[in-house]
């Protein structure tokens, strides 16, 4: 399943040529990760009262238009794991229009705060933490 977040553009949010700031488009797919797990069950400061955290360990954009002041954007949040010690959570910022703004593509992983290393089961240790995987996850 894909989760959604509306979100509309601030002034303070544009740069010198009257667009979204490109540091900007990663913020919003933030927003939309931590809404995301949130809506799934698993706030990020009840991981970090059980000594865990989320790392990300890359981020790739692709601008696809600009966007400017007062727009509305829906901004999704998709999560596949797969084996290992990290996972992919993936977002796309949608136009009211319908036209794609950006795709950003995010690999994550869950640490042991203690430990200072990734945990090797995320999605398990995620699971135990109450996150419920139909609210994000993807199997494409």
């Known amino acids: 399943m894909t989760f959604r977040i509306p979100i509309t553009v601030r002034s303070y949010e544009l740069d010198s040529l009257g667009h979204v700031n490109q540091a900007v488009y990663h913020q919003y797919a933030e927003v939309a990760r931590m809404s995301a797990f ?3 069950g698993c706030a990020w400061a009840d991981l970090r009262e059980r000594d865990l955290g989320p790392v990300l360990l890359s981020s790739t ?4 238009r600009e966007l400017r002041a007062a727009e509305s954007v829906e901004v999704s949040c998709t999560v596949k794991f797969g084996t290992g010690k990290s996972f992919a959570v993936d977002s796309v910022i949608t136009k009211a229009d319908g036209t794609v703004a950006a795709e950003i593509y995010c690999v994550v992983g869950l ?3 203690r430990a200072r290393r990734l ?3 995320p999605r398990s240790v995620l699971i135990d933490a109450g996150y419920r995987p139909e609210v994000v996850e993807t199997s494409d």
Do not use: K, Q
């Not at 954009?61 to 696809?64: E, K, V």
């Open 38 to 40: 949130g809506a799934a």
């Open 61 to 64: 954009i692709h601008y696809r």
């Open 111 to 113: 640490m042991d705060l």
């Open 119 to 121: 945990v090797t089961e």
